[in-house]
């Protein structure tokens, strides 16, 4: 045990430090007895990993606060190892209305598990990425926005983020403005006629609209969308994800795809919920131009 | 380090959940310092577990035969199912003494990030169970945490279409974010006997 051979020692209280940020609770697991590490994404200090002491027994003050989807203010401290959560403050509750509906809670959760994969280095400033998915997990809250539209949009704007986005309105080879009728995950998005490149899907016009909405926050053009476009948009941007992933997302099978029904073009949806029409499974080829056959195979749940 | 197999049995323990380095180290040290007897029955035991434990064919827990002793007893109404996520839910229901009814074990809690959906769950033999016997209702005892409450969320969507069931939920009073474990008998026991319906 060469203590003195690190310069700094925990008597010293040189490295022992307090800091203050806030955060969302991306993941948390199971530590000992009744602890748990949580997973945050901070505003300040990127992701951080830290312990939450007592947390599992129910008489714990903070237990509920530090719950996935959990938006905090919290105090730690500077561990050898891993920081200690000290206190916490909730910021936003957006767990208990994500939890009370299925389809929001696995959505909401294929978004952090893609931030939690998206920021590998504890620590490294993330604000642009904090800001989208306490952006998102505020909407699936709120509840007033197709959830699944949600995370689409999310997912876009986060690969954005890591600086591989596809290409949508121009050409992802030549740069040629587009729309274009050929996307290839592998190529980076749309093609234009001459870069096209054997293995590319011809998704419909609607498609590549929506997909284009979504990467810039265009909801009235993106709610006025059929459940079948929605869904190839979802093949697509999962299929491109994945791709850049060198792991597969364990979450984004399990996220429920439903139909609902667009809303009255000018008017936000008033409930988010009970208007739904629940046909996973049955949904196939079911309104508008069902454009699958040029998106299958680039799936989903893989 | 230590050398060769004392190494190993730590490096074992502390595989085991809730098991840290330290842990592991003290546990191995007091096994190396145990009368060869009881390392004897130990050893028996583990042999016994990875001969087979089974799960009871009805409610998911686990038992000795084909049917656990809960299901067995007669005199529990199996009219009333207590759905928890994992065996030891079960005896912490139990330690209340306030329910007389039959339980079913789901196996865990939804949770995407570690690949739980649906199907990974005992939830088509708990439809299978509702549908085939006279159940009147069903209490949804998971953990009053993210998952446990997305679960009953998605239970409860499942069950509302059987005529004539009743779905509950425990009382609050188990504040978010706890495991069913921790709770006491007396909350537990409280949260039970006010339960609400869905
Ligand atoms: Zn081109
Ligand atoms: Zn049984």
Redesign the interface.
């Known amino acids: 045990m060469a203590w003195g051979l690190r310069g700094s020692t925990a008597w010293d209280h040189g490295d022992v430090s307090l800091y203050r940020d806030t955060g969302v609770v991306l ?1 948390v697991h ?1 530590l ?3 602890d748990r590490i949580i997973t945050l994404l901070t505003r300040r200090h990127g992701k951080v990993r830290a312990v939450a002491k007592g ?6 003050r ?8 959990g938006h905090v203010d919290a105090q730690f401290y500077t561990g050898r190892t891993l920081d200690v959560i000290t206190q916490v403050e909730t910021v936003d509750a957006f ?1 208990l209305p994500i ?4 389809q929001r ?2 959505a909401a ?2 978004i ?2 893609t931030a939690d994969r998206l920021t590998a280095e504890e620590g490294e400033p993330a604000l642009k990425l904090y800001l989208l998915v306490t952006g998102a997990l505020r909407a699936l809250a709120e509840g007033q926005r197709d959830a699944s539209l949600v995370l689409d949009a999310f997912l876009l704007r986060a690969m954005a983020f890591a600086g591989w986005a596809p290409a949508i309105t121009e050409c992802a080879r030549c740069g040629e403005p587009g729309p274009h009728p050929a996307f290839n995950v592998q190529a980076g998005g749309s093609l234009c006629g001459r870069c096209r490149v054997p293995g590319s899907v011809h998704p419909a016009p609607e498609v590549v609209v929506l997909l284009a909405a979504l990467l810039h926050g265009d909801w009235t053009t993106a709610e006025d969308t059929t459940f079948a476009v929605r869904r190839d948009v979802s093949g697509l941007v999962a299929a491109h994800l994945q791709w850049h992933l060198e792991r597969q997302l ?2 984004l ?3 429920e795809r439903r139909a609902r029904e667009a809303p009255i073009t000018g008017r936000l949806g008033s409930d988010g919920v009970s208007g739904d029409t629940e046909v996973a499974g049955a949904a196939q080829g079911t309104r508008g131009r069902d454009s699958s056959e040029g998106v299958a195979g680039t799936g989903q749940g893989a | 380090m230590y050398e060769g197999v004392v190494q190993d049995l730590i490096d074992e323990l502390g595989r085991l959940p809730g098991i840290g380095p330290k842990s592991a180290q003290r546990i191995a040290f007091h096994l190396l310092a145990t009368d060869p007897a009881d390392i004897a029955r130990l050893q028996e035991i583990l042999g016994k577990v990875r001969e087979g434990v089974r799960f009871c064919d009805i409610c998911g827990n686990v038992s000795e035969e084909e049917r656990c002793r809960i299901c067995r007893d007669a005199r529990r109404d199996p009219a009333l199912i207590c759905v928890v996520e994992e065996p030891k839910d079960v005896l912490a229901v139990e330690r209340t003494r306030e329910f007389r009814g039959r339980y079913h074990v789901l196996g865990g809690a939804l949770d995407p990030l570690s690949g739980v959906g649906p199907d990974q769950l005992r939830i088509k033999e708990l439809l299978a169970r509702i549908g085939g016997e006279e159940v009147s209702e069903v209490i949804i005892a998971t953990d009053p945490n993210t998952e446990g409450e997305a679960t009953a969320t998605y239970l409860v969507r499942m069950l509302r279409d059987f005529p004539g069931l009743t779905v509950t939920r425990l009382a609050s009073g188990l504040p978010m974010g706890g495991d069913l474990e921790f709770a006491d008998e007396l909350t537990l026991g409280r949260a039970l006997s006010g339960r609400r319906a869905l």
């Open positions: 993941r199971k000992g007895e009744a947390v599992r027994r129910t008489t714990s903070f237990g509920a606060r530090l719950e996935p989807f767990a939890v009370g509906d299925y809670y696995t959760s294929a952090t598990e364990r979450s099978p399990f996220v």
